[in-house]
């Protein structure tokens, strides 16, 4: 089956520090490629679509300077949380899709800790 | 306010018996809904999914209802087993979009031996 690998899995780091997170899908090319947050007790919520090769699209209230997205190949996306402060903290996960019209293949996400 | 919802945080069921979960929707313009299991420290797995053009669809143990009139669909499991134990995800999508998903909050399924 389709499988996508995120890394790094956990993240504790100081106010101030950029944190990136790659996402890669292993076994199929990714057009396009998804990036959620969640908060404790909270829905899955999209934050941007990545598109391979072109700039991605951000959800309303996401900045957009403040979480890059780089879509450099149709296996990889990364997301950079660029000074990144305590209310930042949250679980972070990428999907991906061979086509729109699949299902999405969630990695296993990325625990973002700012202290 | 929440496109999709899943009303009930927890479930608790016997091994054997069925589990039912629950979501509703409030946009009539989705045509495309998915169901994710999760476990701790993991990404959500596919499960099924249903197009709005059905009503219900099948894979083993696994069976997706889908009420338009009502917006609201169901998951079913039957038998369940204590490896079912997991929070399932509701989702839903316009298929002519990116395939951007509206997730729910999720619901605890606590299968007892």
């Known amino acids: 089956g389709a499988v996508v690998s995120q890394h790094p899995s956990r993240v504790i780091c100081k106010s101030g520090t950029s944190v990136k997170i790659e996402c890669r899908s292993l076994d199929f090319q990714a057009t396009t490629m998804f990036w959620y947050r969640q908060f404790p007790k909270q829905s899955l919520m999209l934050m941007a679509t990545?598109?391979?090769?072109?700039?991605?699209?951000?959800e309303q209230g996401v900045e957009k300077d403040k979480f890059l997205i780089n879509h450099a190949s149709l296996t990889l996306s990364t997301l950079t949380v660029t000074s990144a402060h305590p209310e930042d903290s949250s679980f972070y996960i990428c999907?991906?899709?061979?086509?729109?019209?699949?299902?999405?293949?969630f990695g296993d996400g990325t625990r973002l800790s700012i202290l | 306010d929440q496109q999709v919802k899943q009303n009930s945080p927890s479930l608790s069921v016997q091994e054997g018996r069925i589990s039912i979960l629950n979501c509703d929707y409030t946009?009539?313009?989705?045509?495309?809904f998915l169901w994710y299991k999760k476990y701790p420290a993991e990404g959500p797995t596919f499960l099924i999914s249903?197009?709005?053009?059905?009503d219900k669809n099948e894979d083993g143990r696994f069976t997706v209802f889908l009420n338009k009139s009502a917006k609201h669909l169901s998951l079913h499991i039957v038998p369940s087993q204590p490896g079912d134990s997991a929070v399932y995800f509701c989702a839903a999508s316009f298929r002519g979009s990116q395939g951007n998903l509206i997730f729910g909050k999720g619901t605890k399924l606590s299968v007892k031996p």
């Open positions: 249903i197009s709005s053009i059905k």
């Open positions: 990545s598109n391979e090769g072109s700039k991605a699209t951000y």
């Open positions: 999907s991906a899709t061979p086509d729109r019209y699949q299902p999405q293949h």
């Open positions: 946009n009539s313009m989705f045509d495309y």
